[in-house]
């Protein structure tokens, strides 16, 4: 945990991945994140596997250095702890659809009515000012309608990232765009309103390569053929997987002239990128006949000496031990939990402090209702209220 962001207070009324994961990189650069939950708690504390004291993994990695208050929106009294929370903010962040916050009576005018300084950020599934605004939205949804899951039909049926992408990569949109609101907000002094939708953050990223001809006319097709083409994948070794990526002249004629094969490289088509682009499935279908000759460490080791980018094929318990995270420590145990993964940008001259846990559901409420300036018998009330559970001695 850094100090980057301390002093700036964040209220996270948020759900899942895509606000806690957004919310945990605030906090990760110092910023003291205040996650309201309902009475049951967000539902990634439920979702398996779960620790031995009933929280789930997904929860575990997407809301450490946080504190937690549980809040229900239909009470007026839980409805003004919210207010006064978001009147001493400096951001409120929350991912319900912008209907569903409008009723409550937490949209962006009321909000920042009441502390104009306030960057409020809405991260949604659709835009605004699009026709798809009020339709529910989630990763499988959004990989489906941002093109994602499509790019799979050009190696056989349409298919779903095994990743929630659709959810961290606009996490990752969330924090920036609330980053880039503070800094701008140190120029003018007074906050904005900002709306991360999901939908078009997947387009965009799915397009920056992919709009390729479509770039410069009306009437061409999108896609970019490299990505597209059928023999873009790992190859098969002796004994395994293997990703090589010869890219520029150099690395294709290293690689070449190690399996042999003279004769491409005095083809007419090798002497440009350009040309060399145009028969990219050509060069691919030698390396996928040239790989199972040898065994993967052999190739890897073949590879690091030509120094073309390649890497070993990993699975998900391959990364648990791998040495360079290891070295980096982007898994970090601690805190009860055998390990978690951590924050992996690194920040060279800033003070750096030992993670907190995520929290147990309402465990910082006390404290939070004595910063808001709540007497103890109003603290103890609320505390007292059935659905309540997880504050601290």
């Given at each position: 945990?850094?100090?980057?962001?301390?002093?700036?207070?964040?209220?996270?009324?948020?759900?899942?991945?895509?606000?806690?994961?957004?919310?945990?990189?605030?906090?990760?650069?110092?910023?003291?994140?205040?996650?309201?939950?309902?009475?049951?708690?967000?539902?990634?504390?439920?979702?398996?596997?779960?620790?031995?004291?009933?929280?789930?993994?997904?929860?575990?990695?997407?809301?450490?250095?946080?504190?937690?208050?549980?809040?229900?929106?239909?009470?007026?009294?839980?409805?003004?702890?919210?207010?006064?929370?978001?009147?001493?903010?400096?951001?409120?962040?929350?991912?319900?659809?912008?209907?569903?916050?409008?009723?409550?009576?937490?949209?962006?005018?009321?909000?920042?009515?009441?502390?104009?300084?306030?960057?409020?950020?809405?991260?949604?599934?659709?835009?605004?000012?699009?026709?798809?605004?009020?339709?529910?939205?989630?990763?499988?949804?959004?990989?489906?309608?941002?093109?994602?899951?499509?790019?799979?039909?050009?190696?056989?049926?349409?298919?779903?990232?095994?990743?929630?992408?659709?959810?961290?990569?606009?996490?990752?949109?969330?924090?920036?765009?609330?980053?880039?609101?503070?800094?701008?907000?140190?120029?003018?002094?007074?906050?904005?309103?900002?709306?991360?939708?999901?939908?078009?953050?997947?387009?965009?990223?799915?397009?920056?390569?992919?709009?390729?001809?479509?770039?410069?006319?009306?009437?061409?097709?999108?896609?970019?053929?490299?990505?597209?083409?059928?023999?873009?994948?790992?190859?098969?070794?002796?004994?395994?997987?293997?990703?090589?990526?010869?890219?520029?002249?150099?690395?294709?004629?290293?690689?070449?002239?190690?399996?042999?094969?003279?004769?491409?490289?005095?083809?007419e088509w090798f002497?440009?990128?350009?040309?060399?682009?145009?028969?990219?499935?050509?060069?691919?279908?030698?390396?996928?006949?040239?790989?199972?000759?040898?065994?993967?460490?052999?190739?890897?080791?073949?590879?690091?000496?030509?120094?073309?980018p390649h890497s070993?094929?990993?699975?998900?318990?391959?990364?648990?031990?791998?040495?360079?995270?290891?070295?980096?420590?982007?898994?970090?145990?601690?805190?009860?939990?055998?390990?978690?993964?951590?924050?992996?940008?690194?920040?060279?001259?800033a003070a750096r402090?030992?993670?907190?846990?995520?929290?147990?559901?309402?465990?910082?409420?006390?404290?939070?209702?004595?910063?808001?300036?709540?007497?103890?018998?109003?603290?103890?009330?609320?505390?007292?209220?059935?659905?309540?559970?997880?504050?601290?001695?």
């Amino acid at each position: 945990m850094y100090d980057l962001l301390k002093g700036i207070r964040v209220v996270e009324l948020s759900t899942i991945i895509l606000g806690p994961m957004a919310g945990q990189i605030l906090a990760d650069n110092g910023a003291d994140v205040v996650k309201v939950e309902a009475p049951e708690g967000d539902l990634a504390r439920q979702i398996e596997p779960r620790s031995p004291d009933g929280e789930g993994a997904m929860f575990v990695n997407t809301n450490r250095n946080k504190r937690s208050i549980a809040l229900d929106l239909k009470s007026e009294t839980d409805r003004e702890i919210l207010c006064r929370l978001v009147d001493g903010a400096d951001v409120f962040l929350h991912n319900m659809r912008l209907a569903a916050i409008e009723r409550l009576g937490f949209g962006p005018a009321a909000m920042r009515a009441r502390n104009p300084a306030l960057i409020y950020c809405s991260a949604i599934g659709y835009g605004s000012g699009g026709p798809y605004a009020a339709r529910p939205a989630y990763d499988d949804v959004i990989q489906a309608a941002s093109g994602i899951a499509g790019l799979f039909r050009e190696t056989g049926d349409p298919t779903y990232v095994p990743s929630v992408v659709a959810d961290k990569i606009s996490a990752l949109y969330t924090a920036n765009a609330i980053t880039t609101a503070l800094v701008g907000r140190q120029r003018t002094g007074t906050g904005i309103t900002i709306e991360v939708p999901m939908f078009e953050s997947l387009v965009a990223f799915v397009m920056t390569e992919h709009l390729a001809a479509a770039t410069f006319s009306q009437n061409a097709s999108a896609g970019y053929g490299r990505m597209l083409n059928p023999h873009r994948r790992p190859f098969r070794t002796a004994d395994g997987w293997i990703a090589v990526l010869p890219y520029t002249g150099g690395h294709w004629t290293r690689t070449l002239t190690e399996l042999g094969r003279h004769d491409v490289m005095a083809e007419e088509w090798f002497a440009t990128a350009s040309t060399r682009s145009d028969n990219i499935g050509r060069l691919y279908e030698i390396l996928a006949t040239e790989m199972p000759r040898r065994s993967t460490d052999e190739w890897l080791s073949v590879f690091e000496q030509l120094d073309v980018p390649h890497s070993r094929v990993a699975t998900l318990d391959d990364l648990l031990t791998d040495p360079h995270l290891a070295a980096a420590g982007l898994f970090e145990g601690g805190n009860g939990l055998a390990r978690a993964v951590g924050h992996p940008v690194t920040y060279e001259g800033a003070a750096r402090h030992p993670d907190t846990p995520p929290p147990p559901l309402n465990a910082d409420a006390p404290e939070i209702l004595r910063d808001l300036g709540y007497d103890e018998d109003s603290i103890a009330r609320f505390a007292g209220r059935s659905g309540r559970k997880g504050e601290k001695p």
